[in-house]
């Protein structure tokens, strides 16, 4: 095949999952969030069980009128949207479906790529924040970038805690060197990197940058339309994202109960939306935390923690090493 040919495949295989995908959730969203809070209007869209309800919100947001605030920057406030998208977009080129090179562009540094590239989703919150000349919204951006900044240092370290035991940056290295044990003295660096990943996306309990309580929808509040739904559209590629990232670095990526490397994809992508179900069912069930919480779930539980775990598992690989 040639290598252009291959290229496209690729490419192309990721913008499909890219676009479908976090529909997919959303989709789940629906139903989960109805079944579980007894909510009946997602399930009349379109006939049986609310099927249509996400295309009746598509089409809404496009008959939504678009409008840019007078003071705003306008080109700053335009690109934001863009800003939020682009960066998951990237890092599902990297992430691994299957076996045999079944990804978009492997890299033997991809967990480094990975972790560099959604660090940049704090621009787009305060592009946002900053260019809609809105208070409610500076506030938001604020918090936002309070949070985003505080997150990524457990997040950071817990991945270095599987890359550690790997002995490898590539992803798809660390699926090949999983074991099944991993899931025991990995587990508390899954749990971090898990919690810290909802932060970073922003998803309930972790919510306080859109808190509508308070800053009637933080540094979203000034969009509408389309670009408003750009913004919920990355928060749905976010959710794929980590829980793709949780399944890849901790739950063993393609590897299933059987030895049939065929059937790697799918395991792979039933692993990512039972993670899924999970964020989705933590938005139904916890109250949003306030900022002082946040910031001491952070700071006093979750970077101690990731500091012990690259401690024991330094500790683990030398007595390996040592037998």
């Known amino acids: 095949m040639p290598l252009w040919v291959e290229l496209v ?27 579980m809070q ?45 800003v939020a998208l682009v960066p998951y977009l990237l890092v599902l080129l990297v992430i691994p479906l299957g076996p045999n090179d079944l990804v978009g562009q492997p890299l033997d540094i991809g967990l480094f790529f990975v972790l560099a590239v959604v660090g940049v989703g704090v621009v787009a919150v305060l592009m946002s924040a900053w260019a809609s000349a ?13 949070q985003l900044l505080g997150y990524e240092l457990p997040l950071v370290l ?29 587990a508390p660096a899954m749990i971090i990197f898990f919690v810290a990943g909802l932060a970073e996306i922003r998803r309930p309990p972790f919510d306080m940058p859109v808190a509508d309580s308070e800053l009637v929808f933080g ?3 000034e969009y509408t339309g389309l670009r408003f739904a750009f913004f ?43 993670v899924s179900f999970v ?15 946040l910031q001491r779930l952070c700071w006093l539980v979750l970077v101690p923690a990731s500091l012990g775990q690259l401690v024991l598992t330094a500790a683990v690989r030398i007595a390996l090493e040592a037998l």
């Open 232 to 274: 919920l559209l990355a928060e749905y590629v976010g959710i794929v994202v980590i829980a793709a990232l949780t399944t890849v670095l901790f739950l063993g990526g393609w590897q299933g109960p059987f030895a049939d490397d065929q059937l790697g994809w799918l395991w792979t992508l039933l692993k990512i939306f039972a």
């Open 38 to 82: 007894g909510r009946l209007g997602p399930m009349y869209a379109g006939g049986f069980h609310g099927w249509a309800q996400l295309v009746a919100d598509g089409v809404k947001f496009v008959q939504k009128e678009d409008i840019t605030p007078r003071e705003a920057d306008r080109a700053v406030f335009r690109l934001a949207p863009a």
């Open 158 to 186: 817990a991945a270095a805690s599987v890359a550690m035991a790997a002995g490898t940056l590539s992803l798809s290295g660390i699926v090949e060197a999983w074991q099944p044990w991993w899931l025991l003295w990995q």
């Open 279 to 293: 964020i989705i069912w933590l938005r139904v069930s916890y109250p949003r935390l306030r900022e002082d919480q």
């Open 219 to 221: 540094y979203m509040t």
């Open 9 to 35: 495949l690729r490419i192309g295989g990721v913008v499909v999952a890219f676009l479908t995908l976090p529909l997919l959730v959303g989709q789940a969203e629906h139903k989960v969030m109805a079944h």
């Open 134 to 146: 809105n208070k409610y919204s500076l506030l938001g951006g604020l918090r936002g970038a309070a």
